[in-house]
């Protein structure tokens, strides 16, 4: 079993001084208790600790002297400085100057200062809000008690309260008189019919399924105990004032959140693009939607960010709006320039929700930060089970909003939350963090380089190609700050002399490959702390086997282009909860049915991958929209389309009847006014 290695560092300029603190310390962290691996090691300078910092994922502590000389010796080569002509020396850097940047670059780190006592009230002052978690006396040499407190740090930060309670209450193997009926697995052990089922599942699994009547385990509805305490170390550790644990995916956080901020006919701003569960809460919530348009690189089928200006033209022309929605990163890991947008929305009052599903990992590497808490959003969703180690499922709700309404917000999580919730999956948000916040920028390291190396290796093929930031931007986004999460990987297979589908096969079938997602020309693979070095070797043999088959390129079937959102007649909540009727998408004579044009749709239709609606309820269709829908269906005959009817063998949409149309009209012009912006 792998042991945690635990590196405290301690900058101080005195060499002597350095090396008795050095000394000390380590002697004490042999003769005492040491669990986690606790050493320490030295530098000099503020250069050479925060080269250090970069480096070494393992460092977890640093013991920063208040007040660093010797940086450089004026000539820039970084050795101790000498004294200057007054035989004073000059001074490096501030303590407060050096946590700042050691925060900036990894805010995990537990940090520490060395104070003299006559100055202590200085130098707390200076500090006072910055991320500090504690003070030494330089002329104290308790070596014991400083490590005695740095290994407790390390401890609490190691810390899982679920998940530590929930197994320490399976190992003392209560009798159980409650719900789930398997009975911590009692009814499939020994089974002649289920008893392999409990085999391949592993015992625990059984054992850790347990019922809300077990208080010692608290309550995911109305946490006060062990979830109350995991969920605020996961405040902490992501930067958030509140986080929340959800068992029911992104999804379902999406939902709560435009139920909690918005009042039906409140207006919202979203972008096209962004998941369906946002387009549900649309519905839900009974929200007037503004929608804005991505951008789209049609020659690869990825759909980008919507462009800045789209954004701030529509936070300009909705002043009234309560919320604006944003996705980032996307699926293929383009990330918007958020500070800028946030700033503009909160200008006007403008809460701001992103969904960050696919870039929970972000907080622990300084290559993928900020983050859109760091940028500065009310709202952010996190599925920990996409990039992180928790199940699936499992997903963060973090608030930084000033004005959080805890009531209403706890009203609507129960209104989606599982009065059973799994705690298996609980414990596994607990646990991510830990992992997260211990070994996260070690492991994203790890991750960083094989994404680089496996670009590489993949462009040495000669047949695929790994497509880069100019590649993916659409033009219209190019000049918006976006960047790339390069743990996604998107590659250019057009000259493979395959399809995609032919070639997802070939690599499932023939080398045990699956990857996340694709186009019709590309495929995306998804990298993760948990990605090794020989998957990407068994992935770089793959291709190149296939590419020194030397097939000829085949011509590929481009996905039809999303015709542009028309208008929307009414509500969204309002058209969904219609009874509506069924239309066929093909006439009498299988040509695209024109009488469809004009019609209100009741549902959201939404080609998935890429998951992006081409209908949501409440919009007008016309001939456009059918003929995309009619070509898709064509042309990709293993597409989801969610949302279209087959009645028999005829594809058909749910619209409005034309009483119901009425109905809706006379609705509308007795609702009052929508609430204005001040």
Known sequence: MAKPSSKVLVINDEPLILRELLKGLNAAARSLDNPYGISFIGALTAKEGLALIERDGDIQTAIVDDKLYAVSDGRGNGKPAR???????????????????????????????????????????ALFTEAVDGYFYREERDYRGMYRILNAQIAERARTPFYDALKAYVMAAKDAWHTPGHSSGDSLRGSAWANEFYDFMGEHVFDADLSVSVKALDSLMEPTGVIAEAQQMSAHAFGAQRTFFATNGTSTA????????????????????????????????????IYMDSSVNR????????????????????????????????????????????????????????????????????????????????????SAHKTLSALSQAAYIHVNDPTFNEHIFRENFNMHTSTSPMYSMIASLDVSRKQAVLE????????????????????????????????????????????????????????????????????FTRFNITVEKSTFNTLTLLLTIGTTRSKCSRLYDALMRIAREKRAPRRLYRTPDLPPFTDLAFL??????????????????????????????????????????????????????????VRYLRVQNKVELHGVVYQGYVPSVRVLSSDEEHQLIALVASRPPRRQAA
């Open 440 to 507: 996260g920028y070690k492991l994203l390291q790890r991750t960083l380089m094989l994404a680089d190396e496996l670009r590489e290796q993949i462009n040495s093929t000669g047949v695929f190609r790994v497509l880069e930031l100019d590649d993916l931007l659409p033009e219209e986004v190019k000049n918006d700050g976006i960047r790339l999460d390069p743990t996604k990987i998107t590659v250019d297979v057009a000259s493979c002399g395959m399809t995609v589908d032919d070639l997802q096969n070939e690599l």
């Open 572 to 629: 969204p909540r309002d058209a969904y909860y219609a009874t509506g009727e069924l239309v066929p998408l093909l006439d009498d004579n299988d040509q695209l049915n024109h009488g469809l044009a004009g019609r209100i749709s009741c549902d959201q239709i939404v080609p998935y991958p890429p998951g992006i609606p081409v209908l949501v309820p409440g919009q007008r269709i016309n001939d456009n929209i059918v003929e995309y829908l």
């Open 254 to 289: 999406n939902k709560v959140i435009l139920q909690t901020l918005i009042a039906p006919g409140e207006t919202l701003l979203l972008d096209r693009n962004c998941h369906k569960s946002v387009h549900h809460g649309v519905v839900l919530s009974g929200a007037q939607p």
């Open 83 to 125: 004294k200057n002509g007054d035989g004073k020396r000059n001074l490096q850097v501030s303590a407060l100057k050096l946590v700042q940047k050691i925060t900036s670059l990894r805010p995990e780190l537990d940090i520490y200062i060395l104070i003299e006592k006559e100055k202590e009230d200085q130098v707390v002052d």
């Open 299 to 382: 020659k690869y089928g990825v759909f980008g960010p919507v462009p800045k200006k789209t954004i701030l033209k529509a936070i300009d022309e909705h002043p009234e709006a309560q919320l604006l929605v944003l996705t980032s990163c996307t699926y293929d890991g383009l990330r918007y320039d958020l500070k800028p947008i946030i700033d503009a929305a909160h200008a006007r009052d403008i809460k701001v929700l992103i969904d960050e599903a696919w870039f929970a990992h972000a907080r622990f590497h300084p290559a993928l930060r900020p983050t859109a808490l760091e940028s500065g959003a009310d709202y952010v969703t996190q």
